[in-house]
C-alpha cells in the first residue's frame, strides 16, 4: 500500500496537467501559448496515466493477504479465503530474479499432488514451467513477495513449513514473475 500515494500524486499531476490543455485550448491563460507549456502539460498526462496504470493493480491488491500457520500456506484475496496445506505440498522455495537495481521476490509452492488450477482464489498464482527440482511437478503456485518483505516471508515460512519441504533460495531468469494464465480463471 505504499505504493498508492504515490499513485494518487501521479493521478493529481495528470489532472493537472489536463486542466492546463484545457485552458490552452480555450484561450483562458494568462501571457502567450508556449510550446514550453504544452509540452509540460503533455507531460504531466504522462504522469497521470502512469499513475492510472500502476494504481490499478495495487488497488486491486490492497485486501490481498497471506498467512502461515502450522496448516499451511492462507491466502485471501478480498472475496475468498484458501489454504494450501502443508502436507500436499513437495517442496517450498524463495526464487529471485534481477530487475535493475533491484530484485523481484516470489514463494514456490511445488504441490506433491494435483491442484484445483481454477479455484477463485488460487488461479492467479498457478504457473505451468519447467520442475524447478527432480520429482517436482510443472504446475506450482507462485506468491510475489512484497519489496522489504523477503525476510520477514523467509523466516514465516522456514517457522512453520516441514524442514524437509525447504528447497531454499534460487536465482531466475529477469521476469521470473511471470502473469498468471486467463484460460484457468475460474467461470462465474
Not at 25 to 45: D, H, Q, Y
Request: with cysteine; glycine share 14%.
Amino acid at each position: 500500500m505504499t505504493g498508492l500515494p504515490i499513485c494518487l500524486f501521479l493521478i493529481l499531476v495528470g489532472l493537472a496537467g489536463l486542466v492546463g490543455l484545457v485552458m490552452l485550448a480555450t484561450g483562458t491563460t494568462r501571457g502567450e501559448l508556449s510550446v514550453g507549456g504544452v509540452i509540460g502539460c503533455l507531460f504531466m498526462l504522462v504522469l497521470g496515466a502512469l499513475g492510472v496504470i500502476f494504481g490499478i493493480p495495487i488497488w486491486h491488491g490492497r485486501r490481498v493477504t497471506v498467512a502461515f500457520d502450522g496448516t499451511g500456506v492462507w491466502l485471501h484475496n478480498g472475496r475468498a479465503q484458501q489454504v494450501v496445506p502443508w502436507a500436499a505440498l513437495a517442496g517450498v522455495g524463495l526464487h529471485w530474479s534481477q530487475m535493475g537495481r533491484t530484485k523481484q521476490y516470489s514463494v514456490e509452492l511445488c504441490p506433491s499432488g494435483p491442484i484445483d488450477d481454477r479455484d477463485p482464489v488460487l488461479w492467479a498464482l498457478v504457473r505451468d514451467e519447467e520442475p524447478i527440482g527432480p520429482g517436482l511437478p510443472r504446475l506450482r503456485y507462485r506468491l510475489p513477495v512484497a519489496p522489504g518483505s523477503r525476510d520477514v516471508l523467509t523466516a514465516a515460512v522456514q517457522q512453520w513449513s516441514p524442514p524437509h519441504l525447504w528447497l531454499g533460495e534460487a536465482q531466475r531468469e529477469q521476469g521470473h514473475l511471470g502473469r498468471p494464465d486467463p484460460s484457468r480463471r475460474p467461470r462465474r
